[in-house]
Every structure is written in C-alpha cells, then in structure tokens.
T-cell receptor, first 117, second 112 residues
Framework: ETGVTQSPTHLIKTRGQQVTLRCSSQ?????VSWYQQALGQGPQFIFQ???????GRGNFPPRFSGLQFPNYSSELNVNALELDDSALYLC????????????????FGPGTRLTVT | GDSVTQMEGPVTLSEEAFLTINCTYT??????LFWYVQYPGEGLQLLLK?????DKGSNKGFEATYRKETTSFHLEKGSVQVSDSAVYFC???????????FGKGTTLSVSS
C-alpha cells in the first residue's frame, strides 16, 4: 500500500511569485486536506477536497487555492507569495465517506518545505 | 472556536522514565481526539485516537484516555526510549468533521 506522497520536497521562491505543490493520496482514500505548518507551530488547516470539490476551508486568503483530480490526487496553489508563506505544507488523505464525521484518521505525507525570499 | 492546549516543552527525560504530556481542549459537541508524532524532518504520523468519552487509545506503549468531564486527552507512556524523541501534537476534529485542529506541539527529548 502506497502512502501519501508530496512533491517537490523543497522549494525556494521569491516574494510575489506563484507556486504549485502536489500530493498523491493513499490508495483507497478519496479525501485530501492541506495544512500549513510554520516553524515551531502546529499545522493549520487550509482546506479539504472531497470528490473534486472544496469541502471546507480554514482562515486562509483566496490566493490559496486547490484542485482535486479524478484519481484523488491534489494540488495546492499559492499566488502572490509573501514572506510569511514560508512553511512546511502538509497534505493528508483519509477514506472519509460522504457527510461522515472525521472519526477516520488522516494520514500525512512528508510535506513540502517552501521558502519565500 | 475550537482549540487545543498542550503543555509547553521541551520535555527532557532519561530512558525508561515515565512520560506525561498534558492536553486539554475546548470544543462544541463531541470531537474525536488524536495524538500525532513528528520526527525530525518528517511529516506527521498518527499515534493514537479516541472517538468518544472514556475511550482509551493506545499504540506502541503510548496511551491516552478521552476525559469529557475534564476536557482532557493526556498522553502517557510507562517507559520512554531514546527513539521516542520527537514532537508530539494533540489534535481534535472540528465541529464540521472536516479539519483537524492542532495544539502547538510538545518536544520530547530522551537521553540514554
């Protein structure tokens, strides 16, 4: 069974640029969530995708956007990068059924370390 | 809104010592509760979970009991090993059942 994979591992961008991060969910999982983890902090929820639609969003501005594809993989796009966007971006997948509670655990990938200079 | 508060670290222990990491939460309704562990340079791994009051989650010698009356989910291990050195995060599922809300994490350092 393949776990959650993310690419790239590390990325350096300049303020104002745009970035796309990618995530492949664990086999059999239909829901993907994205989190931002600043240095020394806990992860913060960005949004979740289920059946290719956004299924919930945290307190992040619209320049953070995403996609989910029919194979359940996902992308996180960030426009107009700011210095504070420097963080570890974590993708998590889960086998959540439609409308079900989050009693299913979320399985995390290794993350993409984004540095904005 | 919902939130999680963890004891601040770092926690420094000798091998075979007893570990407790405190976690309390504020939530509407009855969230599921989780402990995740993050080793240096890696993503988060689910350590254990509990989905209702009085449930005890356990894994790899770690245990935590969902205490509704005290809104707590403290992590314990009877005898820590050097390999347990990591950052531990307490988390709950939000009211919508969509997001995980994490505490700030507690760094554990175990020396031999």
């Amino acid at each position: 069974e393949t776990g959650v994979t993310q690419s790239p591992t590390h990325l350096i961008k300049t303020r104002g640029q745009q970035v796309t991060l990618r995530c492949s969910s664990q086999s059999g999982h239909n829901t993907v969530s994205w989190y931002q983890q600043a240095l020394g902090q806990g992860p913060q929820f960005i949004f979740q995708y289920y059946r290719e639609e956004e299924n919930g969003r945290g307190n992040f501005p619209p320049r953070f956007s995403g996609l989910q594809f029919p194979n359940y993989s996902s992308e996180l796009n960030v426009n107009a990068l700011e210095l504070d966007d420097s963080a570890l971006y974590l993708c998590a997948s889960s086998p959540r059924a439609s409308g079900g509670p989050l009693s299913y655990e979320q399985y995390f990938g290794p993350g993409t370390r984004l540095t904005v200079t | 809104g919902d939130s999680v508060t963890q004891m601040e670290g770092p926690v420094t222990l000798s091998e075979e010592a007893f570990l407790t990491i405190n976690c309390t939460y504020t939530a509407t309704g009855y969230p599921s509760l989780f402990w995740y562990v993050q080793y240096p340079g890696e993503g988060l791994q689910l350590l254990l979970k509990a989905t209702k009051a009085d449930d005890k989650g356990s894994n790899k010698g770690f245990e935590a009991t969902y205490r509704k009356e005290t809104t707590s989910f403290h992590l314990e291990k009877g005898s820590v090993q050097v390999s347990d050195s990591a950052v531990y995060f307490c988390a709950l599922s939000d009211q919508a059942g969509t997001a995980l809300i994490f505490g700030k994490g507690t760094t554990l350092s175990v020396s031999s």
